[in-house]
């Protein structure tokens, strides 16, 4: 079945630690994002890559870093400098970033800190 | 992009239509209306979507007034794995943020 698998479910991250989140998509889309959901709150966007070997910077990038190497993967780094990361992070993907096709997600990876 | 307002919460029965609403009132030409669900700890679910007609899949139906300031989401016969907060998302094509809300926390009640 095609998809979005994100990787793992639950992640436990010390103080001062980097931690990277997986995301693969096996549905041949061009566009990558990454969003960051708060409890009781919508989604905001960290990151967005429309093809590879490019992203850009989200509403709330800072603390965050991405790379697009593969069309299939585009993984989150959460550094260091996040001072609040605990948070339910989901990943998606649609066809192409221009058009009116809709952003299909992965079932997120919740970021606790120890 | 246009400002959504849903209202927080809905009830319905099992195997009765549930239908939800939303004002967009500052919706422009460009923006479709978007709608999505999500159940707890899972990602948000593509549901349906449209510009100014009408459209139906094999989840749902997207009612547009013909001013497009509203839209309805139907259900036409809700089950108890429907319960999920609904989101209502108005995107301007080549926007890259799918800008969700609140949303309505729908609870289908036996």
């Known amino acids: 079945d095609g998809g979005i698998t994100q990787s793992p479910k639950y992640l436990f991250r010390k103080e001062g630690q980097n931690v990277t989140l997986s995301c693969e998509q096996n549905?041949?889309?061009?566009?990558m994002y990454w969003y960051r959901q708060d409890p009781g709150q919508g989604l905001r966007l960290i990151y967005y890559?429309?093809?590879?070997?490019?992203?850009q910077k989200g509403d709330i990038a800072e603390g965050y870093s991405v790379s697009r190497e593969k069309k299939e993967s585009f993984p989150l780094t959460v550094t260091s400098a996040q001072k609040n990361p605990t948070a339910f992070y989901l990943c998606?993907?649609?066809?192409?970033?221009?058009?009116?096709?809709?952003?299909?997600f992965g079932d997120g990876t919740r970021l606790s800190i120890l | 992009d246009a400002k959504t307002t849903q209202p927080p919460s809905m009830d319905c029965a099992e195997g009765r239509a549930a239908n939800l609403p939303c004002n967009h009132s500052?919706?422009?030409?460009?923006?479709?209306v978007y709608w999505y669900r999500q159940i707890h700890s899972q990602g948000p679910q593509y549901i349906i979507h449209?510009?100014?007609n009408n459209e139906t899949n094999e989840m749902a139906s997207l009612i547009i007034t013909e001013d497009r300031k509203s839209s309805t989401l139907i259900l036409p016969h809700a089950t108890l794995r429907d319960t999920a907060v609904y989101y209502c998302?108005?995107?301007?094509?080549?926007?890259?943020?799918?800008?969700f809300g609140a949303g309505t926390r729908l609870t289908v009640k036996p």
């Open positions: 500052t919706i422009s030409g460009n923006e479709y």
């Open positions: 890559s429309q093809i590879v070997n490019d992203f």
């Open positions: 998302i108005v995107r301007v094509i080549n926007n890259n943020d799918m800008r």
């Open positions: 449209g510009l100014k």
């Open positions: 998606a993907s649609s066809i192409k970033g221009t058009d009116n096709q809709p952003q299909h």
């Open positions: 549905l041949n889309h061009d566009a």
